[in-house]
């Protein structure tokens, strides 16, 4: 008898995460562009990536590259699209796995991440400036290797987020236990409370709409796949990034919240020191200071820092 009950009891729990995690699925509606321009897609390996472009053809070409995390997409760079715009050909791409860009459920890597930007550079754009954020300005220095990228600016770009757990991996892609560990790490709470720990030095400026973009991107068929691998730590790069960055050509520029934690400005003195970089410090900003200061980041794009020559530890608050 209790035997049966306790099997009652494992079969009602799974009926249960069954029906919720199909529930949450389905208060998840389509993804819609939240970008100005001209949405576009790029048919890379099998995988329909979408991106969107906007300003002048003739201006210098500009690739933002979102960062890696549950909710992640294009999203990220809506402050600054439209002020971007004014001066450059922006072009805003959603990750494989990510945002409106289809989520295979393949094992994604650092290797997937660098040839994607690799390809997509050579086939969509000519000399781009590539900004990109955390994890992906790692994959963005892999790529720039082989690549013809005009200028790389990276915020607070990082190489190693956390232990290596392949286990973790396998359990977040397994179909009721993995989907349903998945969910509570992208609950609206979850999202809120990374973005208010890590993303913003000042929480009052989160967007309600920023937090249920996020979490409708975080519910799209496919999302866990690609957080699987990143909460992991299989998406970390085999390589050291201060040491890939003094050995590459293409000029660099970090850019760093002051008040970051996940990846403190500490380690960013450190990598442009040993990198010899400029670095650029934004006061009042931690993880994302061109989502919480867009007008200032946006200042500095234009500046003559990206031109010519530039005070290399310039800062600026808003």
């Not at 494992?10 to 699925?25: E, H, I, K």
């Not at 990276?154 to 179909?175: F, G, H, I, K, Q």
């Not at 989907?179 to 990374?194: E, G, M």
């Amino acid at each position: 008898m209790k035997a049966r009950t306790v099997l009652a009891g494992a079969v009602g729990a799974v009926g249960t995460a069954v029906l919720g995690n199909r529930l949450l699925t389905n208060r998840a509606g389509d993804l819609e562009n939240p970008l100005p321009g001209v949405e576009r897609t790029y048919r890379w390996r099998g995988i329909e990536t979408t991106y969107t472009v906007a300003g002048d053809p003739n201006d210098p070409e500009m690739l933002l590259c979102h960062g890696i995390y549950t909710g992640a997409s294009s999203h990220e760079f809506e402050p600054v699209v439209e002020r971007l715009a004014e001066d450059y050909r922006v072009v805003a791409v959603d990750l494989p796995g990510f945002g409106r860009s289809e989520r295979p459920p393949l094992v994604y890597s650092p290797t997937l991440y660098a040839e994607f930007l690799r390809d997509f550079a050579a086939d969509q754009l000519e000399r781009p400036i590539v900004v990109a954020s955390s994890l992906t300005g790692a994959f963005a220095t892999d790529a720039a290797d082989e690549t013809e990228f005009d200028q790389l600016v990276l915020v607070c770009p990082t190489d190693e987020t956390a232990p290596e757990r392949p286990w973790l991996r396998t359990l977040l892609r397994s179909p009721i236990v993995g989907t349903t560990v998945y969910n509570v790490i992208a609950s609206k709470p979850s999202i809120k409370r990374f973005y208010g720990r890590d993303g913003y030095y000042d929480p009052d400026r989160i967007d309600e709409d920023q937090i249920a973009h996020a979490w409708n991107s975080a519910h799209q068929p496919g999302a866990r796949y690609a957080p699987a691998s990143f909460a992991a730590g299989t998406l970390d790069p085999d390589f050291d990034l201060a040491t890939e960055l003094a050995a590459l050509e293409t000029p660099t520029t970090l850019v760093w919240g002051r008040d970051a934690k996940l990846v403190p400005l500490r380690e960013g003195r450190d990598l442009a020191e040993a990198a010899d970089l400029d670095l650029v410090v934004i006061d009042y900003a931690t993880q994302l200071p061109h989502a919480e200061h867009p007008t200032k980041f946006v200042e500095y794009l234009t500046a003559e820092l990206l031109h010519a020559g530039a005070d290399p530890d310039a800062d600026f608050e808003e």
